[in-house]
């Protein structure tokens, strides 16, 4: 009887070492895959959105745009991409401030991909290249390629929040969206001050609702 205790015991013991081991043992590719999947999951519900047929037309553009609005806003982390961008401002700012800043943060950057990205999906093809990944940040290479095979490089950087990757910066042309913000918000704020920076981002926002 005490033999076979000590059996199932070096068993178990062989089990939990192999549990432990074997996603350790696993290809760096294997690992590295769910950044790559979750930009495809993305820019594949965006495209769906944009070519439905039952949302085509003047008539159903706030419509479209609200729904690619919410995909998009489930994808990026905008609380770490305001953060960012502020640099060494966010401590100074008050938990209500945090909240606001995020929400005109988040509208600012949506409008620019709309502009610079999204408008292109349907017109060309995404070809997916290399990821990169380092801890708890990934990079995800694309390229939108035209019928005339005119290609514009895009870059998705990522974070884990330790569940999912989502998106905190998107790089077009070698241009990062959330550098050139932040060059812009640490201008205005050096030379006048953050308030001028709030009231900036809210006049904008309501120039570009109209």
Known sequence: MERKEKRWGKSWLLSLMMA???PLCLPQSAKAAEPLEQ??????A?????????LQGPEKESERKQKVRRVIYEAFDFEEMAKESLGTHWSK?????RREFVELFGDLFERSYNRLVLKLLPERETVYGTETVEKDRAIVKTTLVSKKNEQ??????????GSTWEFFDVVVDEVSLAANYRAKFNKIIRTSSYESLVRKMK???EEESF
Request: glycine share 2%.
């Open 20 to 22: 432990i081991l074997i």
């Open 39 to 44: 930009v495809k999951k993305i820019l594949n």
């Open 46 to 54: 965006i495209s769906a959105i944009l070519s439905d047929p039952g």
């Open 93 to 97: 700012l008050t938990l209500q401030q």
């Open 152 to 161: 514009l490089p895009v870059d998705y950087r990522m974070i884990s929040n």
């Open 203 to 205: 006049l904008k926002q």
